[in-house]
């Protein structure tokens, strides 16, 4: 029996109204991890992006990378908004995604 896969766009924030990053992943903690931790070169290392805001499942990798195209499009207000629906106090939601 094969596991389903799943993927996930993502915003991470440097806190409440911070630098905002957008990506896709098909293992979520993994790629949350490795952006806390450093392991990532580039953009959330530079600007301490670290904590997860908001997220999406989608079935398909192709639906995921639409999705996440769109989001990176739209304009900064536009994305804290899509935050404060899902997220009003910016809590960081990695620790919900084990448990």
Known sequence: M???RVFHV???ASGPNGTL???MT???SRRVYEHREGLVE???RKYGVKRLVYFEQFPTAADAIHREKRIKKYPRAWKINLILGQNPDWRDLADS???
Do not use: A, H, V
Request: charged share 20%.
């Open 42 to 44: 580039g953009f959330t």
């Open 26 to 28: 098909n293992d979520l």
């Open 97 to 99: 995604l084990n448990g």
């Open 21 to 23: 990053y957008t990506g």
């Open 2 to 4: 094969r596991k389903e």
């Open 10 to 12: 993502y915003i991470l």
